[in-house]
């Protein structure tokens, strides 16, 4: 079992809709969670931290933590071209683990 | 912008070659971290340093060295460097400098895209 597992994607959605983007976890002692942006030939960007349960919101970015679950997701809402990137959950127990990644589409 | 610059940008090296990537950094960032960047495998700690002459080995270690001199400059050196070495190599630093860095996001820089033919 992998330690941070995203959707498989790519994602594809219309502008204007809401991309929602999942990620679980093994390490049920995880205590930091992160969310970045990645656009193709660049770095990852950090985009939201959430340290614990229930929603955190950030302009059109809303991060959502479960930990009994194991889960965190991020919502996009009011999704823009600009957004079409390869979004990375990373996830912080006894060390800083990052998913493979889902990659966003938006389409005008 | 967290201050980290990664030289070279660029770099196509032969098989067997040693090669040496450096990391500047220029806010006096205890926590820095070397990671490599493959399809399929996401981003995958090789090394990483908390504190001048103090490193560690991370996940995918098996080729690579390490040195930290200064507390602004990381190096990475693949000392005989492998095909399988070919890939994207990020610098990052944690966002704290005290003890909450620990549990910090990094922020990364822009990366090094290495060849090796």
């Known amino acids: 079992q992998k330690e941070v597992e995203q959707n498989s994607g790519p994602l594809s959605v219309p502008e204007g809709a809401i991309a929602s983007l999942n990620c679980t976890y093994s390490?049920?002692?995880?205590?930091?969670f992160f969310w970045y942006r990645q656009y193709s030939g660049k770095s990852p960007e950090l985009i939201m931290s959430?340290?614990?349960?229930g929603d955190k919101e950030d302009g059109r970015f809303t991060a959502q933590l479960n930990k009994a679950s194991q889960y965190v997701s991020l919502l996009i809402r009011d999704s823009q071209p600009s957004d079409s990137a390869t979004y990375l959950c990373?996830?912080?127990?006894?060390?800083?683990?990052f998913g493979a990644g889902t990659t966003v589409t938006v389409r005008a | 912008d967290a201050g980290i610059t990664q030289s070279p940008r660029h770099k196509v090296t032969e098989t067997g070659t040693p090669v040496t990537l450096r990391c500047h950094q220029t806010?006096?960032?205890?926590?820095m971290y070397w990671y490599r960047q493959d399809p399929g495998h996401g981003l995958r700690l090789i090394h990483y340093s908390y504190g001048v002459k103090d490193t560690d080995k991370g996940e995918v270690s098996d080729g690579y060295s390490v040195s930290r001199s200064k507390t602004e400059d990381f190096l990475l050196t693949l000392e005989s460097a492998t095909s399988s070495q070919t890939s994207v190599y990020f610098c990052?630093?944690?966002?704290?400098?005290?003890?909450?860095?620990?549990?910090?996001?990094?922020?990364f820089g822009n990366g090094t895209r290495l060849t090796v033919t």
């Open positions: 959430i340290y614990s349960n």
């Open positions: 806010e006096n960032h205890r926590y």
């Open positions: 990373a996830v912080k127990g006894y060390k800083l683990s």
């Open positions: 390490d049920r002692g995880s205590q930091s």
């Open positions: 990052a630093i944690s966002e704290n400098k005290g003890r909450a860095a620990y549990n910090s996001p990094l922020h």
